[in-house]
Structure formats: structure tokens, C-alpha cells
């Protein structure tokens, strides 16, 4: 069993930055692959990055075009998305998520944390 927990959300202007983390309790945690998701009013959640277990291969989707990275500390049980060049498009609710392997369906994911509110402002 493994909880998430975001957090790091929060009001940004355009072309700012945000660091949102996510971070895990179970001993378990670092055998997981871990995924960003998010998911903006009236639209279906969307994938935007994955990373492996040991932090060695990450997996993005299309929609951050390079704007955005991931990292991963398994002796913090936290993984990061550090977001550039925000765009008010970019304005969602994000959510971290636990696989077993690298994958972009949110099917593949067994945990899911609460989420954390992003909004940028124009």
C-alpha cells in the first residue's frame, strides 16, 4: 500500500515556475514507477510525465513541450515536477500516481494522491 500525498500548488503568473511535489508513505515506494497527471475543469485527466523506479528513464507526453521536467529521491519518497514557462492553459488540478512500469494509461496506476490546485494567471 502506498499513500501520495501532493502538494507545492498554488497562483502563478504566465511564464513563471511552480515545484510541485509528490510524497509517499510505504516501504514500497522507490519499486514503483511514479506519473503526473492533471486535469482541468471539464476536461479528462491527462498524462504528462512518468518516471522509473530508480529515476534512470523518464516518459513524457506531448502536452508540456519540453517546459517541464521530473525527478524523483527515494530517500526522501518524493518525486518532483518542475514546471517553466507556465501557461495559463497549463491551469489544472495535478495529480501523482504509482505504476508498476512507465506508462502514460491511467489504468496502469494503482495509487493516486488527492491532487494540488495550479492556476496561472494571464
Known amino acids: 500500500q502506498v499513500q501520495l500525498e501532493e502538494s507545492g500548488g498554488g497562483l502563478v503568473q504566465a511564464g513563471g515556475s511552480l515545484r510541485l511535489s509528490c510524497a509517499a508513505s510505504?516501504?514500497?515506494?522507490?519499486?514503483?514507477?511514479v506519473g503526473w497527471f492533471r486535469q482541468a475543469p471539464g476536461k479528462e485527466r491527462e498524462f504528462i510525465v512518468s518516471?522509473?523506479?530508480?529515476?534512470?528513464?523518464?516518459y513524457y507526453g506531448d502536452s508540456v513541450s519540453g517546459r517541464f521536467t521530473i525527478s524523483r529521491d527515494n530517500a526522501k519518497n518524493t518525486v518532483y515536477l518542475h514546471m517553466n514557462s507556465l501557461k495559463p492553459e497549463d491551469t489544472a488540478v495535478y495529480y501523482c500516481?504509482?505504476?508498476?512500469?512507465?506508462?502514460?494509461?491511467?489504468?496502469?496506476?494503482?495509487?493516486w494522491g488527492q491532487g494540488t490546485q495550479v492556476t496561472v494567471s494571464s
Open positions: 500516481a504509482c505504476a508498476l512500469s512507465l506508462g502514460a494509461r491511467l489504468n496502469e496506476y494503482d495509487y
Open positions: 510505504g516501504r514500497s515506494f522507490s519499486r514503483y514507477a
Open positions: 518516471i522509473s523506479w530508480s529515476g534512470s528513464n523518464t
